[in-house]
């Protein structure tokens, strides 16, 4: 029986396998990974060109990976070339949408075996295209973040056999600006975003000992973690004010990653950011991107794990993994985040002018109580 062709498109942004982050990049990896020991599909995954990419692609068996050059001054002046076309067509023939790296994603689609699904992970307007030349495909979207497509969004679903969403959060996002109603009510689905929990539950104690070392962290000091992108409307400024809040002399604040991912480098809000932590001297920690494959070790040397958020987020998969790190989560009441967490494992905060100081309260509440931190973690283990 031939299995199902099953072609993931991404926005194009970042390299899958996702050797330089991303949670979009890093969930279909995942899903190749389980593909190779399951072997359910035959798929296809497109990707830009990255050399460290291509490296770990080669070890797939039942997964092609496609690569495409977008950058260099020829690449860009086509980028615009197409972008002006679909302006043009778009004023006489409804809405349409062109781009460089779709169109060699179609010419190579046509060149091999034809999709039974495409899933467009985050590139929504990708789905016009699609439609046009592979009409017999189902066309699912993938939404990972609230869609932005509401002067389009009738040429959009035209297009579109469904929707998957990463929370309910998401989900009535979509319904919303889809207007999803009456007999469409269940074209947009909830699949919450996963993980490979074993990557962080089987950290053991040596580990968390080695990375506290190579920190400058001390065996009697409590560690509240964040890992993330390093942008302002991820709470980290209202996270290291609630830190100055804390009446803790012993406690150190590790904040994990980059202004975007391993590709952003030190901005004017990371450099707001250090100037904060001058006062605290030693006890913040900025590590910069930190390869996927060795989060997990950041989770071991921490205590409690925090996700400030001061927008929408999506689900938090942070959050998640914290959870199945074993470590208790304090975190903002946006968006999906009270799908991923509850009460037994976390502290829900307002996003509000108090923010810092809740983040403050919460934290100080479950370092000083070991008893607590212990029974929140256990409990962490298993909703995760």
């Given at each position: 029986m031939t299995k199902k062709h099953i072609v993931f498109i991404p926005c194009g942004v970042l390299p899958?396998?996702?050797?330089?982050?991303?949670?979009?990049?890093?969930?279909?990896?995942?899903?190749?990974?389980?593909?190779?020991?399951?072997?359910?599909?035959?798929?296809t995954v497109y990707s830009p060109y990255d050399a460290k990419a291509v490296e770990r692609s080669m070890v797939y068996k039942h997964t092609r990976f496609s690569f495409i050059r977008t950058s260099g001054l020829p690449n860009k002046m086509l980028t615009a070339f197409y972008r002006a076309c679909g302006e043009w067509?778009?004023?006489?023939?409804?809405?349409?949408?062109?781009?460089?790296f779709l169109h060699h994603i179609i010419r190579d689609m046509k060149a091999h075996r034809q999709p039974d699904v495409v899933l467009l992970e985050n590139a929504?307007?990708?789905?016009?295209?699609?439609?046009?030349?592979?009409?017999?495909?189902k066309v699912v979207l993938h939404y990972h973040n609230v869609p932005n497509e509401v002067s389009v969004w009738d040429t959009i679903d035209a297009c579109t056999d469904c929707y998957f969403c990463i929370s309910k959060f998401i989900k009535h996002e979509v319904e919303r600006i889809f207007r999803l109603c009456g007999a469409g009510g269940?074209?947009?689905?909830v699949f919450y975003n996963c993980l490979d929990i074993r990557r962080f539950c089987n950290v053991d104690g040596q580990e968390r000992i080695k990375k506290r070392a190579e920190l400058g962290i001390d065996e009697g000091d409590k560690v509240i973690v964040y890992t993330g992108r390093l942008q302002p409307y991820k709470g980290v400024r209202e996270l290291l004010s609630g830190f100055s809040m804390m009446q803790m002399p012993r406690v150190k604040l590790l904040i994990v990653g980059g202004s975007f991912y391993e590709c952003g480098t030190g901005n004017r809000f990371i450099r707001e950011l250090k100037r904060i932590a001058g006062a605290f001297k030693d006890r913040v920690i900025f590590t910069g991107f930190v390869p996927y494959a060795s989060i997990p070790a950041y989770y071991a040397a921490a205590d409690v794990a925090v996700v400030p958020s001061i927008w929408d987020?999506?689900?938090?998969?942070?959050?998640?993994?914290?959870?199945?790190?074993?470590?208790?989560?304090v975190a903002t009441k946006s968006g999906g985040i009270p799908e991923v967490v509850d009460e037994r494992c976390a502290r829900l905060v307002e996003r509000n002018e108090a923010l810092p100081r809740s983040m403050a309260e919460a934290l100080t509440e479950i370092l000083c109580n070991d008893d607590l931190r212990k029974e929140m973690s256990e409990t962490a283990r298993k909703r995760a």
């Open positions: 899958i396998p996702a050797v330089r982050g991303g949670a979009v990049e890093n969930l279909v990896w995942q899903l190749a990974d389980l593909n190779e020991r399951h072997v359910g599909y035959e798929m067509h778009s004023l006489f023939s409804g809405y349409d949408f062109r781009n460089l929504p307007r990708y789905a016009v295209e699609i439609r046009r030349f592979f009409p017999q495909a269940d074209k947009a689905r987020e999506p689900f938090a998969l942070t959050a998640l993994e914290a959870l199945a790190s074993g470590l208790p989560v």
